[in-house]
Nanobody, 116 residues
Framework: QVQLVESGGGLVQAGGSLRLSCAASGIIFSAYTMGWYRQAPGKQRELVAV???????NYADSVKGRFTISRDNAKNTVYLQMNSLKPEDTAVYYC??????????WGQGTQVTVSS
């Protein structure tokens, strides 16, 4: 059974930092592309950051230079370091795991709230 469990969300003031973690089980973690989406109330889901099995990363323009995605294959965990947070970063953040032509697995989400 595949499980993705996020942690690290919370309430932070603008300009602050948070680090999200997503621990995976039930998959060969090192083979998967891992990433983070977010969804704010009344808005469409937005892809925030992706890290491929080989370590290549991509970011949404809105978070470039502020967020960093990384992975620890020994711990089956992907991280999202979020710095210089803005109120517009407020959303539920979802971790996912993906293979080409395979199912996409999702975590349950973790709330990030940035106060102004």
């Amino acid at each position: 059974q595949v499980q993705l469990v996020e942690s690290g969300g919370g309430l932070v003031q603008a300009g602050g930092s948070l680090r999200l973690s997503c621990a995976a089980s039930g998959i060969i973690f090192s083979a998967y592309t891992m990433g983070w989406y977010r969804q704010a109330p009344g808005k469409q889901r937005e892809l925030v950051a992706v890290i491929r099995s080989g370590g290549i990363t991509n970011y949404a323009d809105s978070v470039k230079g502020r967020f960093t995605i990384s992975r620890d294959n020994a711990k089956n965990t992907v991280y999202l370091q979020m710095n210089s947070l803005k109120p517009e970063d407020t959303a539920v953040y979802y971790c996912y795991a993906d293979l080409p032509n395979g199912p996409k697995y999702w975590g349950q989400g973790t709330q990030v709230t940035v106060s102004s």
